[in-house]
Nanobody, 118 residues
Framework: QVQLVESGGGLVKPGGSLRLSCVAS????????MGWYRQSPGKEREFVAA???????YYTDSLKGRFTISRDNAKNTVYLQMNSLKPEDTAVYYC????????????WGQGTQVTVSS
């Protein structure tokens, strides 16, 4: 089983930046990809980005150019750099892990709140 712990969320003004981190522990050898999803109140959870252990990256089209996913394999950590944040980016951001970057995502973190507001 894989345990995921996110950090880095908070309150930021529109146009600001945040970097989320997700540390994986447990059966690391069982996963080949980690990713980020987000969920806003009243909306379904949506895919944000994913990265394989080899470095291939995947993004939802609407966030390309503002969000960047990266990883540090030695630290079993994945990051999500979020720039030019907008109020509509406000959501709980969840880290996920899978055997394949296209899913299914079998392990989830507890989520970290990101609020973009002036």
């Amino acid at each position: 089983q894989v345990q995921l712990v996110e950090s880095g969320g908070g309150l930021v003004k529109p146009g600001g930046s945040l970097r989320l981190s997700c540390v994986a522990s447990g059966s690391i050898s069982s996963i080949n990809a980690m990713g980020w999803y987000r969920q806003s109140p009243g909306k379904e959870r949506e895919f944000v980005a994913a990265i394989s252990w080899s470095g291939s990256t995947y993004y939802t089209d609407s966030l390309k150019g503002r969000f960047t996913i990266s990883r540090d394999n030695a630290k079993n950590t994945v990051y999500l750099q979020m720039n030019s944040l907008k109020p509509e980016d406000t959501a709980v951001y969840y880290c996920a892990a899978a055997r394949d970057p296209t899913g299914p995502w079998g392990s989830w973190g507890q989520g970290t709140q990101v609020t973009v507001s002036s």
